[in-house]
Every structure is written in structure tokens, then in C-alpha cells.
């Protein structure tokens, strides 16, 4: 099981993962939760979703693209992006489109093979929780966030570049 944490803390997690499902069963089995649909489930009937569940959130695999959810942005209060493994980058540009191109304000969740080492780079890109490898440490994890006092480039976070900060 997933250990979540934010930039300073460990926090609850009050959402259930769908991995996978086929077909609105899953609705009713899990009825009044707040679930985070794969994007397939989501699109395929969003109406019964949003009657079963108490909030909806969708995940989406590095693979996929952000073109179908565009003009669902502002309904989402959360989109968890996966990295099916540690070496897959996808999920870094689609935090950042969401952030910065799109204007998504609420929580960019890291999923999947996340480890202590893209922690700080992830939250540059515009993540805001973590739902950390299970072999992770979350007290050494939370460290992370401060192995680097400021970034030379822009980030999701602070778009000014450090050569345009110094006076």
C-alpha cells in the first residue's frame, strides 16, 4: 500500500484507486467514496459515476493525453498521473501542461513508481501530492523537498528563471 505525503507532511489518503474495471459494477460496489477512475471508466459513463460516487478524480497512464479532459478541468478535483516505472518521464510534461497551459488549480497526484529521488522535481513541475513506492521511506521522503534550496530554471511553481530573480 501507497504511502501519500504532500510537501511537509503525511496525509490521508481519502481516495480509492479503480486499477481497472469493466463495466458500471464497480459504481455500486463502491458507492459514496471518492474514486479515481482510470481515464477509460471515466469517459465511458461519467452521468453513473458522478451519481455513485461522492467525488470523482481520474488518473491517467503516461501514454495518454490530456485532450479529452480539457473542458472537464474545473469538475476534476484531483488527477493522479502514473509512472508505470521510475525511468518514464510522460507525467512531468502533463503536470506541467496542466498547470501552466491549462490552468488547473486543484491537486496533480503522483502515482505508480514514484520515488524519493523525482520528489522535488516533481513538485517543480506542478504535483502536489505523492503517493510514494511502498518500500519508500515517508520521513526521508519529506526531506527531499528541501535538497535543493532554489532551481535555475522556471518551473510550474515559480516561472521566473533565477538570471530574472537576481537583482
Known amino acids: 500500500m501507497a504511502i501519500l505525503i504532500n510537501t511537509t507532511e503525511k496525509i490521508p489518503d481519502h481516495w480509492t484507486l479503480i486499477q481497472s474495471a469493466s463495466g458500471p459494477d464497480v459504481f455500486s460496489a463502491l458507492r459514496?467514496?471518492?474514486?479515481?477512475?482510470?481515464?477509460?471508466?471515466?469517459?465511458?459513463?461519467?452521468?453513473?459515476?458522478a451519481a455513485q460516487f461522492s467525488a470523482i478524480g481520474v488518473w491517467l497512464d503516461s501514454h495518454q493525453t490530456?485532450?479529452?479532459?480539457?473542458?472537464?478541468?474545473?469538475?476534476?478535483?484531483?488527477?493522479?498521473?502514473?509512472?508505470?516505472?521510475?525511468?518514464?518521464?510522460?507525467?512531468?510534461?502533463?503536470?506541467?501542461?496542466?498547470?501552466?497551459?491549462?490552468?488547473?488549480?486543484?491537486?496533480?497526484?503522483?502515482?505508480?513508481?514514484?520515488?524519493?529521488?523525482?520528489?522535488?522535481?516533481?513538485?517543480r513541475c506542478g504535483f502536489d501530492s505523492f503517493a510514494l513506492r511502498s518500500d519508500q521511506d515517508p520521513d526521508d521522503c519529506l526531506k527531499a523537498f528541501k535538497d535543493f534550496s532554489t532551481s535555475y530554471t522556471a518551473t510550474a511553481v515559480n516561472d521566473t528563471p533565477l538570471f530574472r530573480r537576481r537583482g
Open 32 to 49: 459514496g467514496r471518492k474514486a479515481l477512475l482510470p481515464l477509460e471508466l471515466f469517459l465511458s459513463d461519467e452521468e453513473a459515476a
Open 66 to 123: 490530456l485532450d479529452k479532459l480539457e473542458d472537464r478541468l474545473s469538475s476534476l478535483p484531483i488527477i493522479a498521473l502514473n509512472f508505470p516505472v521510475f525511468s518514464d518521464g510522460r507525467a512531468y510534461s502533463l503536470a506541467r501542461r496542466l498547470r501552466r497551459d491549462l490552468g488547473y488549480t486543484g491537486e496533480i497526484r503522483a502515482i505508480g513508481d514514484v520515488l524519493r529521488d523525482q520528489l522535488c522535481f516533481l513538485e
